[in-house]
């Protein structure tokens, strides 16, 4: 769960095996900002970099879907978008990291009145615990409408949990 000044995002998450993949790393839950947009997102992705030969670098990829009420506009967009997360890692324990996140849904699969989505952030994170992580990051989220549509675009502070 992440808090800025405008928004707030809450994405649940659970390892789960999909056909042959073992561990994909599935989320969702929802974004909500001061403008009262509600965005429902999902996303699935596998890490292609074995944790266990390289300790400080870590690859995650997949799909992600938004499924976006906009309340200015009033309108309703869908969009897949296709990117992952690349992070380092300060340490061979990987307990504090810095991370980039892009995820873009092009005008194919972008419905609605939107032609694209995209959403970019940067990270930097530190576990607290085995079970919380806390995290400090900058996002820029938009949807490109007729006119452009930043939905979020600041810096936020969140916290991670694994139960």
């Known amino acids: 769960m992440y808090l800025s000044e405008d928004a707030l995002q809450a994405l649940y998450g659970r390892s789960m095996r999909i056909g042959d993949v073992e561990d994909v790393a599935v989320r969702i839950g929802f974004f909500y ?26 690859l995650t990829v997949g799909p992600r879907a938004y499924a976006a009420l906009l309340a200015v506009e009033d309108q309703d967009i869908f ?34 009145n939107a032609d694209n ?10 576990r607290l615990t085995d079970r919380m992580t806390v995290f400090v990051g900058y996002r820029t989220f938009e ?17 991670r949990g694994n139960f």
């Not at 001061?34 to 030969?53: N, Q, T, W």
């Not at 990117?83 to 609605?112: H, K």
């Not at 989505?117 to 530190?126: K, P």
């Not at 949807?143 to 810096?155: F, S």
């Open 33 to 58: 900002n001061e403008a009262r947009d509600l965005i429902a997102i999902g996303d699935a992705s596998v890490d292609v970099i074995d944790p266990e030969r390289r300790r400080r670098w870590g």
């Open 79 to 112: 969009s897949i978008g296709l990117g992952g997360t690349a992070s380092y890692f300060f340490d061979a324990a990987r307990t504090t990291s810095v991370s980039l996140t892009a995820y873009y849904g092009p005008d194919i699969v972008t419905f609605g």
């Open 117 to 126: 989505v995209t959403d970019v952030g940067v990270e930097f994170a530190t």
């Open 143 to 159: 949807i490109d409408l007729p006119n452009d549509r930043e939905v979020d675009d600041g810096l936020h502070l969140g916290l």
